[in-house]
């Protein structure tokens, strides 16, 4: 998008939930592909930078979804950009709405065995008419990726989602997006597949509101602190940078 934000190391996309799945709708109409959606969010921050083929291949997504509110706020306080955010987990399900009721095919690779067919399970129920072409769970070893890549374009999929993880689903889509032949649309889903499956729980609605689902995530995970972590390091350095964009004198290297 040309009016996509930099945010420190990444980028956001000034989208809400309608716009974001406008822009999937004409993703899908069009006749290139395949278009990349993928979270912006502070681990991503961090994350991405490290590999070079994985900053490319982010800073080239079609769609940088701000998945959630630090990214919104950060924005908000750098730009005074208003962003809504969107949840990568609703975005998906908007798709499967779409995908279903225009008669697109959905593909997901990614998550345990159990966990994939059970989501495919719910979502096919959630939304009838889906038309799901093909799955496969997430722990393939690289020597399968042929027939995997095989088995997507055999399928006709036109949307395909990633539920491997970040950073692992978009090193897997640099890697891999010149041989999808037919797929439009490509999402990185993360652990959404566990959510749908029911075996990690969403924060519930009151958490939503508060924007704080990532404070329940932590309190249900406690284990995640090591990738929350990086949250404080994330507002502290947003907030540097607004200091230094307000100082009036500027490093020659700034300007
Ligand atoms: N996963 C996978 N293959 C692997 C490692 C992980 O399919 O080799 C799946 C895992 O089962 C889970 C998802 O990737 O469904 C990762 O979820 P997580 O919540 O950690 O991802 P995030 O949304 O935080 O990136």
Known sequence: MNNRLPILNIWVDPVNKEKAI????????????????????????YSVPKDPLLYETYRNADLLIPDGVAVVLAAKFLYGATLARVPGVELMEDICRLAAHEG??????????SVNKSAAEKLQSRYPGLNIAGR??????????????????????EILFLA??????????????????????CQGIGGTLDTIAG??????????????EWLYRLLSEPKRIQRQKVLPLFAINVCLLKLKNCLPFKKKSDR
């Open 136 to 157: 496969s769970n997430g722990y393939l070893k690289e020597k399968d990726m042929p027939e995997l890549i095989k088995k997507i374009n055999a399928s006709n999929a």
């Open 22 to 45: 406008n822009i999937v709708k004409n993703f899908l109409r069009s006749s290139g592909g395949p278009h990349a959606i993928f979270a912006s969010n502070p681990e991503k921050n």
């Open 199 to 212: 075996t990690v729980k969403r924060a519930p609605e009151f958490w939503q509101r508060l924007s704080a």
């Open 104 to 113: 697109y095919k959905v593909f997901f690779y990614g998550a345990k065995e």
């Open 164 to 185: 491997l993880g970040s950073p692992a689903q978009e090193k897997w889509f640099a890697t891999h997006k010149e041989y999808l032949k037919k797929v439009k649309v």
